[in-house]
């Protein structure tokens, strides 16, 4: 429906909704550059769409909703520029008023508002934490308090967090802008924040997180797409999570080796799938992991996974980005690939690290991989002790019940 007619409700509602989330993110970046101000520019967007659930019902959906909002925004930001003006900051907000009057735009790709806003959101100057969470209230557009539900704070601690983070930008005079110098090892952050945020909502179940990170990977791919790493994080990320209605099944994680596959997600799998398919300039940690969730993906069950094949991968994977943990998971695709025996020599190897000290996962794979090896006492208490470390109360029950298994065996 276009204007000059009223609109239903939900009519006005599917449309401010598409809308948003077509232009929220543009809108938000292009007030942040201009005024510099990241509040106003959140308020005044909040505003205009308050504004269309008001007008719209009774003039019609504009022919363009998007753009509509976009100017509504930007008046609305003129508005209180003037109106707040004082002497001290009259000339910076003149400026601004004549930049949000001129419009002027870079059409490069560098040049993108919402580039910039999320390399500043990620700037390495901001706590880690301080950077996940701007980026999920700014360029998400997700409330205070749904991102503090999502990490067990409360909304008060997540918005001091948020304004401690608003204020170094402001004081510490980070640039808004998109690195030229080191924008490689930028890149590398900002995937790091959107696979922090993935991997927060996968461990945890909350969806929603796992799901925005999957739309900040797109968006990336969309900005930068000449990475090939960026493309690399959307294809694990699709992969992994394509897995997730047969990971989790009435309220108990179940491991991939008895997950249901007739449950993934065959639109996300062939989506990740076709990415990686496309020619690597550089092969990153992320393209290798990714590689290893698509044989998994790509195995019609747990006995047809060629693991021999994801060995190799995790040895290519440790001359990148060698880590204690990445040695435990090749410890186990070697138990899988070359036997229970050859697993716990290459697992006793990995051990040997001193960071992996005391950590449950160490002796749950022992416990599995002694198991598969037929030696079921040391596998029980291998497991008893990954019981006593285990973290989490899920994870207590996942292992217990193997120790129930093994028992009645």
């Known amino acids: 429906m276009t204007a000059g007619g009223g609109a239903t409700g939900e009519d006005v509602g599917r449309a401010l909704a598409d809308a948003l989330a077509e232009q929220r993110l543009r809108i938000v970046a292009s007030l942040i550059r201009t005024t510099g101000d990241w509040d106003l520019a959140e308020d005044v967007v ?22 509509w909002l976009t100017a509504t925004a930007r008046r609305r930001a003129i508005d209180v520029l003037r109106r707040g003006q004082v002497e001290r900051d009259k000339l910076a907000e003149v400026a601004a008023i004549e930049e949000l009057t001129d419009d002027h735009t870079d059409p490069s790709p560098m040049g993108d508002d919402r580039l910039r806003l999320v390399f500043t959101c990620c700037h390495p100057a901001l706590a880690l934490e301080a950077r996940v969470a701007l980026t999920l209230k700014v360029v998400s557009g997700l409330s205070t308090e749904a991102i503090g539900r999502a990490f067990l704070t409360s909304e008060a601690t997540m918005g ?39 991997t927060e909502g996968y461990a945890t179940s909350a ?6 990170a999957i739309r900040l990977g ?31 099944v009435d309220g108990e994680r179940v491991t991939l080796e008895h997950q249901d596959r007739s449950r993934w997600r065959r639109d996300e799998i062939d989506e990740g799938s076709a990415l990686l398919r496309r020619r690597w300039t550089v092969r990153g940690p992320y393209a290798v992991q990714a590689d290893i969730a698509a044989v998994h993906a790509s195995a019609p069950s747990a006995e047809q996974t060629d693991w021999p094949a994801i060995v190799a991968l995790y040895d290519e994977l440790l001359d990148i980005a060698p880590s204690p943990v990445i040695a435990l998971n090749r410890a186990i695709a070697v138990g899988m690939s070359d036997g229970a025996l050859a697993g716990l020599a290459a697992l006793e190897s990995a051990a040997e690290d001193s960071r992996l000290a005391g950590h449950y996962l160490v002796a749950a794979a022992r416990g599995d991989l002694l198991s598969r090896a037929g030696l079921h006492e040391e596998a029980l208490i291998a497991l008893e002790q990954a019981i006593e470390l ?20």
């Open 46 to 67: 909040s505003d205009a769409a308050e504004r269309a659930l008001l007008t719209w019902p009774r003039d019609g959906i504009p022919a363009n909703p998007a753009a």
């Open 160 to 198: 001091q967090r948020l304004l401690r983070a608003k204020n170094k930008i402001t004081h510490a005079g980070i640039p808004y802008r998109v690195p030229t110098e080191d924008l490689a090892e930028r890149v590398g952050g900002v995937l790091a924040v959107v696979y922090l945020v993935f």
């Open 207 to 212: 969806r929603s997180l796992a799901d925005e």
């Open 218 to 248: 797109r968006l990336l791919v969309t900005l930068l797409p000449d990475s090939d790493e960026t493309r690399a994080l959307l294809a694990l990320m699709l992969l992994q999570h394509a897995r997730r209605d047969a990971r989790v």
């Open 390 to 409: 285990a973290p989490t109360d899920q994870e207590r029950r996942q292992l217990e019940q193997r120790v129930a298994e093994l028992r009645g065996s």
